[in-house]
């Protein structure tokens, strides 16, 4: 039986800018063992292209084929429900260009959906017009709701604030596309060709990743390179199936893979 990963990537394979330990190592060895693999992002900023660029960057070498991120599930999602739809877009780069290879036209009128992804580049203005087109109403479709890490300098104000505001103002609550939604982690499984028996998560987030991967029958492996604690799990009443310190400590084949 084919088995596969979906793996997080900020926390999990990088830091910020920087590679975690081991991080090259294990994904070299799923090349070498050849073992279905993809990386799972919520950011909808980047392309897949900008994706491999920067692991690139860190010293991982992977195609294009290796990356899914929730821009990718909402041009799929929107693609399914409307055909030929279209699309007010809040959102940069990675985000318009998938919405476009689905067939969805960016409109600044009468939209079927308006679209919320990660950027700094619309305006209150922008938001404004958003917001009256929803009341209007398009349907509000937002790629994930991670929240900022809310340290000072952070450089973006992060889409689940971006996203409460446009809530508050609508009265309407955004329908999320991203990791956690059965949306992205049901999409992204099928983009690697796997069941539901032959698909692990790897993340460092049990709120996104281990929850989704939970909710969806995957088995998970939570790793502590990034933001969970070992301390805080009691919090959550789901658990991971594995706990690593980081990816660079996973042996294959999992247990899991042996009893089948």
């Not at 692991?55 to 084929?65: C, D, F, N, T, Y």
């Not at 933001?227 to 690593?244: C, R």
Request: charged share 20%; no cysteine; net charge negative.
């Amino acid at each position: 039986m084919k088995q596969g990963l979906l793996i997080d990537m900020d926390g999990v394979i990088y830091s910020g800018e920087a590679l975690i330990t081991g991080a090259d190592r294990f994904i070299k060895k799923l090349i070498d063992e050849e073992i279905p693999f993809a990386f799972m992002t919520n950011n909808s900023q980047r392309t897949p292209l900008e994706v491999v660029r920067k692991l690139k960057g860190l010293g991982i070498k992977v195609e294009e084929s290796h990356v899914y991120t929730s821009a990718m599930a909402t041009g799929k999602f929107l693609s399914d429900q409307s055909p030929n739809g279209t699309a007010y877009v809040l959102g940069e780069g990675g985000l318009l260009s998938s919405l476009h290879d689905h067939g969805i036209t960016l409109v600044n009128t009468d939209p079927e959906f308006v679209v919320l992804g990660e950027g700094r580049n619309f305006t209150l203005e922008m938001v404004q017009r958003a917001v009256d087109m929803i009341l209007a109403g398009a349907k509000f479709i937002t790629t994930n709701r991670d929240p900022s890490p809310k340290k000072p300098g952070w450089n973006n104000l992060g889409i689940a604030a971006t996203t409460a505001m446009i809530e508050e103002a609508t009265g309407r609550k955004a329908f999320v596309t991203g990791k956690p939604s059965p949306v992205m982690m049901r999409s992204a499984r099928k983009f690697l060709g796997l069941e539901t028996s032959e698909t692990t998560v790897i993340g460092d987030t049990m709120e996104t990743d281990i929850q989704g991967g939970v909710q969806m029958g995957y088995k998970t492996i939570l790793v502590l390179s990034g933001i969970s604690s070992k301390d805080t799990l009691g919090h959550y009443a789901f658990k991971p199936d594995m706990i690593a310190s980081s990816v660079d400590e996973i042996e294959f084949p999992l247990t899991w893979w042996e009893n089948k």
